[in-house]
């Protein structure tokens, strides 16, 4: 595995030649959009224009087969001071199956953790085993968490 982490970016390859980046410009929206849009249940029918403004707002580690093809997404929502909100992890079908989501995670955490964020949080309802091998535990006091929502 060869990783290389600087303030401006996360690259990382391993030995099946499948690569983690943060560089937007590898990012293939159209194929992001259509992920989202169409197979992820919490993102179904979201806009073109939401993706590529949550794109540009964000964090974003793309994931790359051996051959250069996008087939894996996450990104993050942060200040890089204080607090960070993972969301969007998303693997495509064919590619399910040999850890690209643990190591999307990972390479998440890693790339986070020279900022000492105090926070870092995510909500999932069905990979809980997965964040919690890259360190994630349920919230201590889900009480005190509140929620403005603007969905119809």
Not at 51 to 58: C, D, K, L, Q, T
Not at 88 to 107: N, Q, S
Request: hydrophobic share 35%; glycine share 10%; aromatic share 10%.
């Amino acid at each position: 595995m060869t990783t290389t982490h600087t303030e401006d970016g996360y690259r990382d390859r391993d030995s099946n030649g499948y690569e983690i980046d943060t560089d937007p410009g590898r990012l293939d929206i159209g194929l992001v959009h259509h992920w989202l849009s169409t197979d992820a249940f919490w993102a179904l029918g979201r806009s073109r224009d939401t993706v590529e403004r949550s794109i540009r707002g964000s964090l974003n580690f793309g994931v790359y087969g051996p051959d250069g093809a996008q087939v894996a997404y996450a990104r993050v929502v942060t200040d890089l001071a204080t607090f960070a909100w993972l969301c969007d992890v998303y693997v495509a079908p064919e590619h399910r199956g040999r850890g690209l989501g643990g190591r999307l995670a990972t390479a998440v955490r890693d790339h986070l953790a020279p900022y000492k964020l105090k926070r870092t949080m995510l909500a999932t309802l069905d990979a809980h085993e997965l964040y919690a091998k890259v360190g994630f535990t349920p919230v201590p006091d889900p009480d005190g968490l509140m929620i403005l929502s603007h969905e119809q």
